[in-house]
Nanobody, 120 residues
Framework: QVQLVESGGGSVQAGGSLRLSCAASAHTVENYAMGWFRQVPGKGREGVAASTNGGSTLYVDSVKGRFTISRDTAKNTLYLQMNSLKPEDTNMYHC??????????????WGQGTQVTVSS
């Protein structure tokens, strides 16, 4: 059973930064595709960033150049560095893990989330 526990959320002003962390069960980070998701009204889950265990990364257009996903296999932790935050980034951010990127957010494992609030 894979467990994912997010932390690092908070309240910041527009233009600020936060780093989200997702502490995972042993060997999850080295063996699974992992990503960060948020809920978009009317659209459901939106993949914000994804990382394969082969080192490839993917980002939704709205965060490209501002967010960076990374993983530390020694610490079994996934990160999301969020810079130049905007009010529209306000959301609950969830960590996910699955055997492939295509299955992220659809199947696999899901954390309870950490809240990010950006004020203007």
């Amino acid at each position: 059973q894979v467990q994912l526990v997010e932390s690092g959320g908070g309240s910041v002003q527009a233009g600020g930064s936060l780093r989200l962390s997702c502490a995972a069960s042993a060997h999850t980070v080295e063996n699974y595709a992992m990503g960060w998701f948020r809920q978009v009204p009317g659209k459901g889950r939106e993949g914000v960033a994804a990382s394969t265990n082969g080192g490839s990364t993917l980002y939704v257009d709205s965060v490209k150049g501002r967010f960076t996903i990374s993983r530390d296999t020694a610490k079994n932790t996934l990160y999301l560095q969020m810079n130049s935050l905007k009010p529209e980034d306000t959301n609950m951010y969830h960590c996910a893990a699955a055997y492939t990127c295509a299955r992220l957010g659809v199947a696999g494992y899901w954390g309870q989330g950490t809240q990010v609030t950006v004020s203007s």
